[in-house]
C-alpha cells in the first residue's frame, strides 16, 4: 500500500491532516477530528466549483438519490448495484464538542 501512496490506515498510517488534540490513530478522537479537518478544509476550497459535488454516504442506498446523482452528472446509466449502511452504533465515549462541531458540519454539507 505504501507503493501505492495508501497510508490512510495500517502499519505505516500518515495523518492527512496535522492533529489538532488527538495524536492517537487508535482513538475515535483522532479519526473523527481527521475527517472534521478533512472536509472542513475539501468544502471551503471547492464548495463553490459548479463541477464539484459532494456525495452523502448516507443516502447512497436511496436509489432516487442516486438517479439525481447520475442525472446531475449527465450519465446515460441506470444505478447497478445494492447499497447497504452500516447500522453499526458507536458507544465510545467522545468529545462531546469535537463531535458537536463535525455533526452541525455535515448538517452543512447535507444541504
Given at each position: 500500500?505504501?507503493?501505492?501512496?495508501?497510508?490512510?490506515?495500517?502499519?505505516?498510517?500518515?495523518?492527512?491532516?496535522?492533529?489538532?488534540?488527538?495524536?492517537?490513530?487508535?482513538?475515535?478522537?483522532?479519526?473523527?477530528?481527521?475527517?472534521?479537518?478533512?472536509?472542513?478544509?475539501v468544502?471551503?476550497?471547492?464548495?463553490?466549483?459548479?463541477?464539484?459535488?459532494?456525495?452523502?454516504?448516507?443516502?447512497?442506498?436511496?436509489?432516487?438519490?442516486?438517479?439525481?446523482?447520475?442525472?446531475?452528472?449527465?450519465?446515460?446509466?441506470?444505478?447497478?448495484?445494492?447499497?447497504?449502511?452500516?447500522?453499526?452504533?458507536?458507544?465510545d465515549?467522545?468529545?462531546?464538542?469535537?463531535?458537536?462541531?463535525?455533526?452541525?458540519?455535515?448538517?452543512?454539507?447535507q444541504?
Amino acid at each position: 500500500m505504501n507503493y501505492l501512496g495508501h497510508n490512510e490506515f495500517g502499519k505505516n498510517h500518515m495523518s492527512w491532516n496535522i492533529p489538532k488534540l488527538y495524536n492517537n490513530y487508535n482513538d475515535l478522537h483522532y479519526w473523527l477530528e481527521q475527517w472534521f479537518i478533512f472536509y472542513d478544509n475539501v468544502f471551503y476550497k471547492y464548495r463553490n466549483y459548479k463541477n464539484c459535488y459532494f456525495v452523502n454516504y448516507d443516502n447512497l442506498h436511496n436509489n432516487n438519490y442516486i438517479k439525481q446523482f447520475i442525472k446531475i452528472l449527465d450519465l446515460n446509466t441506470k444505478p447497478n448495484f445494492q447499497f447497504k449502511i452500516n447500522q453499526k452504533e458507536v458507544t465510545d465515549r467522545f468529545d462531546k464538542e469535537l463531535y458537536l462541531n463535525a455533526e452541525e458540519f455535515f448538517q452543512i454539507l447535507q444541504r
